[in-house]
């Protein structure tokens, strides 16, 4: 199998299909493998966000004040240090790994000149073609750039330049909503530099459940972020002594130090030459997988990861590459449980799993909710937490849990008790009958839970 990208989905393929006992090379046309997850995407920014909260004191504040910091002059170079460790890190782990597997890797881009030929450029311009049975397209999106965007790296970045920021804003325009706008927002507005998020729709984050977004609104307002929702960009300027206008389509002008795009990625597929082997993509180069056996329109090529679009995350990307694999052998793993979680890494998180109340609604499933807030849980004391949610929903008919809904301190992490009860097909008796370790947050489930059963047993 030749697999053509080393992100997520391909190194889980490359690592099953090695398993299995298959010959395997990975492209990787990036100078160290990872992907867009390592160098530029999930990790980073996770990473820059551990640093942020870790050298802010963000998480001492509730009780300290807002204006109490671990480190006083937080610098770019403060923020670049732990990130490049943590990188090296994970490329070190991941090249073992191909290693132990015997899985070989060549540097270099790869096209399709054949249905089973790939021909792999290396940056010395020395090419190659190699042979497979199987291809994965495991190549992921790239920032989506449009020309009115002046792009410069030095005031006006995207999502893979601004982990290298040259210098810490004073204040910061973010242009997009979505998961990746709207962590970076948080995170910057977490160092105190004064951040705008500017979103053309009247709302943002739409698959979440709504109570959690208005609580979240609430925390970022009450700190001061600036959200400027409802109205296009017409214009974007990057002023000659630094500086950046924003001229939205109500007349709006925001003003900046600096600027992040972050509104949407494109799949990397334009330089595959797909054409050779027969393979279309949607107008953002994205491609048409069957959601089983991740097969392509070309029964032996398979594609996984964000190149075949929702949900893309690295979670489910790794998933679907050995599901890939998986098919491509002959092995018929079982189909992957019906729920998988989201975690957004804003500040403060927010990670749900399962169905919306608002999906609920619309599925006429009666139902009824149990709220904890974290500031009832003793551990929730410890920490001195003012501020997180959690919120379950159970069916009034069967008991049944139907969905999780986190924000705040931990959530990404907590969510996975939820996801297990949920896809165990468990009850809201679980919640209330199990002893759950004190004093912790985990807690917050017995009291939600408890709260709906309340609500229930009346009803
Ligand atoms: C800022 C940001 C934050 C994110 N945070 C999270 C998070 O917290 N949790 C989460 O689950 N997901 C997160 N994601 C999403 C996650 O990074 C992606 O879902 C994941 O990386 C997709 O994996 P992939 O397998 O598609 O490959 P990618 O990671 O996209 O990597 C693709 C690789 O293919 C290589 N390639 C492309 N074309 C060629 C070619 N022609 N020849 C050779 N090599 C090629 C590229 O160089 C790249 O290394 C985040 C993404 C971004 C951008």
């Not at 079982?334 to 609604?361: A, L, N």
């Not at 959690?390 to 008991?399: E, N």
């Not at 990404?412 to 097909?425: D, F, P, R, S």
């Amino acid at each position: 199998m030749i697999v053509i990208g080393s992100g997520p989905s391909g190194r889980r393929a490359a690592v099953q299909a090695a398993k299995l006992g298959k010959s395997v090379l990975v492209v990787e046309k990036g100078r160290r493998v990872g992907g867009v997850s390592v160098h530029t995407g999930t990790i980073p920014s996770k990473t820059l966000r551990e640093t942020v909260l870790n050298l802010s004191g963000w998480r001492e504040r509730g009780f300290y004040g807002r204006a109490y910091r671990v480190k006083q002059d937080i610098g770019a170079d403060d923020l670049i240090v732990r990130l490049r460790k943590t990188l090296d890190h994970e490329v070190e782990v991941l090249e073992h790994q191909f290693n132990r597997n015997a899985v070989k890797t060549a540097n270099g881009e790869a096209r399709f000149v054949g249905p089973h030929e790939i021909e792999v450029v290396a940056e010395n311009g020395e090419t190659r073609i190699f042979h497979a049975a199987h291809v994965l397209i495991a190549c992921g999106t790239r920032p989506f750039r449009p020309d009115y965007v002046p792009f410069d790296g030095t005031s006006v970045f995207d999502s893979d330049e601004i982990i290298e920021l040259p210098q810490l804003p004073r204040s910061l325009a973010v242009i997009g909503a979505g998961v990746i706008g709207v962590e970076y927002a948080t995170i910057f507005s977490a160092l105190d530099v004064s951040v705008t998020l500017i979103e053309p729709r009247d709302s943002f984050l739409d698959f979440i459940d709504k109570e959690l977004i208005d609580e979240f609104m609430h925390e970022l307002r009450d700190r001061n972020m600036r959200l400027r929702f409802g109205a296009a960009v017409t214009s974007i300027e990057a002023k000659e002594g630094g500086g950046v206008t924003t001229t939205l389509a109500d007349g709006r002008v925001v003003a900046s130090e600096m600027l992040l795009f972050a509104a949407g990625r494109v799949g990397a597929t334009d330089r595959l030459n797909l054409g050779a082997v027969g393979i279309a993509t949607d107008h953002r180069g994205r491609i048409v997988v069957d959601p089983k056996t991740l097969q392509t329109s070309a029964p032996h090529i398979y594609a996984a990861g964000d190149v075949i679009g929702f949900p893309s995350l690295a979670s489910t990307s790794m998933e679907q590459g050995r599901l890939a694999a998986c098919h491509a052998f002959g092995l018929a793993p079982p189909p992957p449980p019906e729920f998988f979680p989201y975690g957004i890494y804003s500040v403060p998180e927010i990670s749900t799993v399962g169905m919306t109340e608002e999906e609920v609604r619309k599925r006429e499933i009666p139902y009824e909710c149990g709220i904890a807030r974290f500031r009832e849980t003793s551990r929730g004391h410890i920490m001195g937490l003012n501020t997180g949610m959690m919120k379950m929903i159970f069916s009034t008919r069967s008991r049944r849990l139907l969905g999780v809904h986190i924000v705040g301190e931990g959530a990404t992490e907590l969510i996975h008790i939820g996801q297990a009860v949920l896809n165990l097909k468990g009850t809201i008796d679980y919640f209330i009958e199990n002893t759950f370790n004190y004093p912790t947050l985990a807690e917050a489930y017995k009291i939600a839970g408890l709260d709906a059963w309340n609500r229930m047993a009346r009803g």
